[in-house]
Structures are given as structure tokens and as C-alpha cells.
């Protein structure tokens, strides 16, 4: 049995907001970027949120056939739980994206990171920047950050 322990803010189902089609959307507490103009600085608390292991939020998943996205806060302030629960997503067929504050650069160029987001699918990438707030941008705040597809690398 997984004993680690998941900080979760909330897990929404049905949403369409981030990503394709109806999604699950786990937000995790924890967060080091501070962008200026968070839509959620609450969840920047790595203590926030409520405890819960990899079953009982797999239980919840499993309500729905849905596609799931892992938010934030930044799920790559937990790298290696993030790794854990991708893992346990794809091995039951869902298509996973991680939005992260990080940008695709530094994930390449860190090990731990890298390793987080491989089994994913999909990121969304880079932080929060007030001045390229695009509310028309799809799936995404501001335009400096980018929809990645991990096996192709193929950008939009
Ligand atoms: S990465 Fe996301 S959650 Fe973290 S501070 Fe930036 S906008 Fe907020």
C-alpha cells in the first residue's frame, strides 16, 4: 500500500477549464513561485488543504471516467508525489496534464522535475505573469506560458 500523504485543496469533477474535454482537476497546497497576481495565493501553504492518501484520491477518480489535470498551487512542489500519483493515473488509462509555474526549460534541466512530469502527458508551463494576462487564452492565465505535449514536444 502507497503511504504518502497528498495535500489536497480540492479535486473538481467535470470541469473544463483545464484541459480538453470534462476533466477531474486535483488542486495540491504548495506553491514557491509567489507570482504576483495569483488567482490563489492560498494555496501557496504547503500545510493547507486536507490530508489524503493516493487511494482515497484515486477512489474519488474513479467516480468519473474523466480525463485529470494536476494544479495548484504547484504540483512540482511535491515532485516526487506528483511522479506517484501520475503513475497510478496512467496505469488506469487517464490522460494526465500537470499545470506547473515551472517552465519546460528548468524541468529538462533538473532531474527530479523531469523525472516528475515523464509519465504526464501534457504541461502547462511557466508562472503567472500579471502583465501577459490574456483572459481570452485557452487553458492558460498569461501567454507566456505554453501548452506542452511531454512525449512530442510539441508546443502551443
Ligand atoms: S505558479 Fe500558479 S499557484 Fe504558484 S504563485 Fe504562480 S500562479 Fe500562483
New binding site residues.
Partial sequence: MNRTIFRVLDIIRGTTVDGPGFRTSIYFAG?????P?????Q??DEKGGTPMTLEEIMEIVREEDFNVTLS???PLFYPGKTKTIVEALKKEGRNVWI???YTWEEIKANPVLADAVSGADTIVDG??IETLKDPDLLFR?SSNQRIININTHETK
Fill in positions: 506553491c514557491s513561485h509567489h507570482c497576481g495569483c488567482h490563489n495565493p494555496s501557496w495548484g498551487g504547484d499545470y506547473t509555474g508562472p503567472f492565465g
